[in-house]
């Protein structure tokens, strides 16, 4: 996603500035070329040494340094930077920023940049609810400058409130957002992931091995895209990505409820959702005794939810997974046209690197137009980027 990508991790004199050492290998292992700016106040916190090791780029302390400044040093940054990241930003920083007072290497830089700007806050509660501070933070929001919102917590010192940094995955996923361009703005999709559970009884269900990974990528993606993402998810171990909304659901039937429920507001509609075909006719209320050899459940057949959607007269723009172990494009192609469709994205999931509960995938997209594109192994990242950008591009036609 950051491959190459040149960004400039400033980082404040505050006690979260050890943070941005997480932020940095997070960027680092993304594949951003990373070079970071230290006010003075942030070397009372953390080393040079520390940020330098783990950039494997020099780290800038001083804007009269007499080898940087050879070239210019300050400017030759602020013109490379695809991104310009503060984090922690202090309100002293922001406030100089706001005030268009350059006078260390830090806000010299960032004076001097076309690129993005994105502040991570960090600060006491009652600095960060200061009308002063609250006025410079909106100037800035106003010019363009883009924040990651600190949350609530217990703060180093010791108060109690807004004002803590937010954590280093929330602003990795701000620094994609930045750079990625906005080809689904003000668009509704809902998404649906993972596994649905259908109980046997209080203690049993039946499911399967989706993890969810697959309809969370595709949610993060969408929402770094400009689209209004609604995830409906079933039981999973991951955590909610940032700006979406998520709706939280075990079985079938429930994700069934909840999709048919916000279908109305929708231009897109994505099911990675692994769903239950069927369901124990019955579930018991007390837990199943052992007693006999062998025990049959009977099962009921559950709402496809896809297929009913294919039904609706003026409805969104349909996206459908295909999780099979044989014929993958012969099967998927029949869901395609069974479910009325306008894509479908085929997986073989006996593979080892593909399918349920990997990092990994391999698809292959079927249109209702006929045309196909085969995308070989990749990141499920990388495939719900391919995914979108077809529903990005079919979707000014459709
Ligand atoms: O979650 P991960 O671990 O990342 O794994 C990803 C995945 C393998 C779950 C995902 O890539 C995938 O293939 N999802 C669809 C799984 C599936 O249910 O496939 P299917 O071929 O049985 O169903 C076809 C389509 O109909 C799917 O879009 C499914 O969501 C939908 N369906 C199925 C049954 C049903 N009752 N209602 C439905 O809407």
Redesign the pocket.
Known sequence: MLTNKKIILGVCGGIAAYKAIELLRLLTKAGADVHVIMTRAAQEFVTPLTFQTLSSNPVHTELFNLIAEREIGHISLADQADLFMIVPATANVIGKIAAGIADDMLTTTVMATKAPVLFAPAMNVNMFTNRIYQENEQKLRQLGYLFVDPIRGSLACGWQGEGKLASPESIFEGACAALTAKDLPGRTILI????TREEIDPVRYIS??????????LARAACRRGANVLLISGP?ALTEPDGVRVVNVTS?SE??HE?MAHVGECDVII???????YRPLVRNATKIKKKSDSVTIELA?????????GKIHHRPFL??????TDALAA??EK?LRE?NLDM????D?SLAD?????DT?R?LLLFRDGSSSDCGLMS?EQLAGAILDHVAARLKIH
Do not use: Q, R
Request: charged fraction near 15%; avoid cysteine; glycine fraction near 8%.
């Open positions: 649906t992931a993972g596994p399967n091995h989706s993890s969810g990974k697959m309809g969370y990528a999973t079938a994700m069934h999709v099911k990675a959702a692994a769903v239950a075909d057949k559950n709402p496809d939810i896809l297929a009913e959607l996206v459908g997974f295909a999780a099979e099967n998927a869901k479910k479908i994205v085929a997986n999931v593909a399918g349920f509960n990997v995938n698809a499920k």
